[in-house]
């Protein structure tokens, strides 16, 4: 079981990235998957997640508007839109997958079994 992040970098204040997580060993449709960042100094948090169940979606305050969780199931891939990127959102960035959990869509940290390898997002000019 492996997630792969891609897509971070550099970007100004503004601008947009999309996150992308390439999943190999299980089929992320059947499962609850989520994006999750943790910045310098802080505690890792939840972004976005989204139930496969019923396609619930959580979005944290601080992005909410700006930032769209998608699966697609045919490329076994979950992504986020980030739009109008901050530099509060600068943070390095994990895809993450609930295997054994109620896949609500919700994102409590424990709930999620399976982590991607991080990619970082800096927003700033």
């Known amino acids: 079981v492996q997630l792969q992040a891609s897509g971070g970098g550099l970007v100004q204040p503004g601008g947009s990235l999309r996150l992308g997580c390439a999943a190999s060993?299980?089929?992320?449709?059947?499962?609850?998957i989520g994006w999750f960042r943790q910045a310098p100094g802080k505690e890792r948090e939840g972004v976005s997640c989204?139930?496969?169940?019923?396609?619930?979606?959580t979005y944290g305050d601080s992005v909410k508007g700006r930032f769209t969780i998608s699966r697609d199931n045919a490329e076994n891939t979950p992504y986020l839109q980030m739009n109008s990127l901050e530099p509060e959102d600068t943070a390095v960035y994990y895809c993450?997958?609930?295997?054994?959990?109620?896949?609500?869509?919700?994102?409590?940290?424990?709930?999620?079994?399976?982590w991607g390898q991080g990619t970082l997002v800096t927003v700033s000019s």
């Open positions: 993450a997958v609930e295997v054994w959990g109620p896949n609500s869509g919700s994102c409590p940290i424990y709930e999620y079994d399976y």
């Open positions: 989204t139930s496969s169940v019923d396609g619930s979606t």
């Open positions: 060993g299980f089929t992320l449709d059947d499962y609850a």
